[in-house]
């Protein structure tokens, strides 16, 4: 999706720009417009699936960072429901389920970067702890002490663990939030999810 925006597009696509609603696509018209037109003619589609271009990760976060909750629960989700008319909902589903894991972004270690970045706090846990849960393997207990761990301390902690590579980095993170968890009485499982 990435690199969808620098895509030229045929006529044939454009004509379909009139069916994208500005207000609730902001951050995904270039997808939905390749979908759009995908689902609403005889295109063939191939994907090759290879690696050809890479992204560099010595650049700076992306425009999204500081509003990853709005732009990946809200406007992708929007996006892919306004496909209804094409895809079934299982299929959207799908791809916001596969999208969400295979980013990572709501994993413990996407949410720790984005509190570390002042991306997730309170407010934002409060708002879409839910949707978060729903999307992470971690319980709103963890969640919520993520959101009010104090950036500076977390920060800090990043830059020790940055030094660590493999096991040590797993049993340091484990050991910080176990001891976290205790201060608060909370236990590292998640009793509301059915296994």
């Not at 996006?79 to 008319?85: D, E, G, S, V, W």
């Not at 993170?173 to 608060?184: S, T």
């Amino acid at each position: 999706m990435t690199l969808t925006g620098a895509t030229i597009y045929s006529k044939n696509v454009i004509k379909f720009i009139d069916k994208i609603n500005f207000q609730k696509i902001k951050n995904f018209p270039q997808f939905y417009l390749i979908f759009n037109f995908l689902g609403n003619s005889k295109a063939n589609f191939v994907w090759i699936n290879d690696r050809i271009v890479r992204v560099d990760g010595k650049r700076s976060n992306s425009y999204w960072a500081s509003n990853a909750f709005e732009v990946f629960l809200d406007d992708l989700k929007h996006t892919l429901t306004n496909l209804r008319h094409i895809y079934s909902d299982k299929t959207i589903n799908h791809v916001f389920e596969s999208h969400t894991s295979k980013t990572g972004l709501f994993s413990i270690r996407g949410l720790i970067k984005l509190r570390s970045l002042g991306s997730y706090n309170y407010q934002i846990y409060n708002k879409y702890k839910f949707q978060i849960e729903s999307n992470t393997k971690s319980s709103l207990k963890i969640l919520y002490i993520l959101s009010i761990l104090p950036q500076r301390q977390l920060n800090n902690l990043i830059n020790i663990y940055s030094r660590f590579t493999g096991f040590l980095k797993i049993f340091l993170i484990w050991k910080f939030l176990i001891k976290i968890c205790n201060r608060f009485g909370f236990s590292l499982q998640n009793t509301n999810k059915s296994k």
